[in-house]
């Protein structure tokens, strides 16, 4: 059965791609919105691996301040994600742009939790 892109609502024709207007509507201008900040995703993803391997490497010298670093990196990962919540193209197909948004926005805000809790933990120990 068929889906709509940005819902993940059954449709009823076999041509369609949207339920309704609302939800095209909707789907072209995310689509617009992750066709102009792909750039920006894509340096802020590698800004927080340079600093996950850049912190694993300082906790040969300085454990507390490599944890720390590692830290750092997973909330710029998880800011990263939940401010341009992109998925893989796979995910929008199979839930649909609304619903693949809200599970990263959802574990993006775990990854930033982690981050807080790994940065305290290396920082202040």
């Known amino acids: 059965m068929k889906r709509c892109k940005y819902c993940g609502k059954p449709l009823t024709g076999p041509q ?6 609302d939800c095209r509507m909707k789907a072209h201008a995310f689509n617009r919105f992750m066709d102009r900040k792909t750039h920006s995703f894509l340096f802020l ?13 300082m906790m040969m010298m300085k454990p507390g301040v490599g944890t720390g670093i590692i830290g750092l990196s997973l909330i710029v990962w998880g800011l990263n994600f ?6 893989f193209p796979d995910s929008f197909y199979w839930l649909g742009i609304l619903r693949s948004i809200r599970i990263i926005r959802a574990v993006s805000l775990l990854i930033i ?13």
Not at 113 to 125: E, K, P
């Open 16 to 21: 369609e791609k949207y339920c309704n207007a």
């Open 82 to 87: 939940f401010i341009l919540p992109f998925g």
């Open 45 to 57: 993803f590698i800004v927080g691996t340079a600093g996950i391997i850049t912190g694993s490497v």
């Open 113 to 125: 939790l982690c981050g807080i809790v790994i940065a305290i933990l290396g920082f202040g120990g």
